[in-house]
């Protein structure tokens, strides 16, 4: 199982998380939790390039989480990446997507699941008056270093997270520990778009257009996100990846 870190939290957080596993069951557990409809849960996903594997996943796929290795390749990638952005400022309802920063340590997990279920049709499942519900609502008017706070803030997600993170089937590592791999969130947008979500980026970044008819484990999609990673990476064999779709009996 995969384990998730910031490696280098935004200055000034305080908090730490226990790193929580890329465990569908526990993802499901938790999200559920926090106020999903039981109609959606997270799904392994084998490949991302053999579709006899891929057909496995319900379709169509709301969001994928693709779980990877911290590499000096990637740290240069992202780094001039972002040097090229400003630092993200929209808020309200006219933004294609919800973003949150992250500012608490080793919380890219259930980071990457706020930005699945948050955006695009997921949003659609989640149910009124329950903790996710209401973190959305507060979060649509503010800026991203309010809504940072906000999530810190909260402390059902804090509540919610430590139990799903004490349940997994490999020993959970202390919340001050450094784990080398990290969670990415790829969702739709309203407009359309492909967008990479990830509370240690500079903001949400649009990846490209897809169609109407195209979720996140079409070719088009996987082309524009996840099999850039595999590309820069050389194809490490630590790379996972879990889809939110809908539930299976």
Known sequence: MSLNTNPDPEPGASN???PLEANPQLMTALVHKLGVSPA???????SLTEPELLAFIPRPALALLLVFPISAVYESHRMAEDSLSAPYTRKGDAEPVIWWRQTIQNACGLMGLLHAVSNGPAREFIEEGSTLDKLIRKSISLGPDERSRLIEKTP??????KEAASQGQTSAPD??????????????????ALYELDGRRKGPINRGQLEQNEDVLSEKALNLGPLKFLEREGGDLRFSAVALA????
């Open 40 to 46: 959606l849960q997270l799904h392994d996903v084998y």
């Open 156 to 161: 059902e997600l804090a509540t919610a997270h």
């Open 16 to 18: 730490a998380f226990i």
């Open 175 to 192: 919340a001050q520990d450094d784990v080398d791999l990290h969670y990415v969130c790829f969702a739709k947008g309203k407009d359309g």
């Open 246 to 249: 809908g539930s299976v009996d």
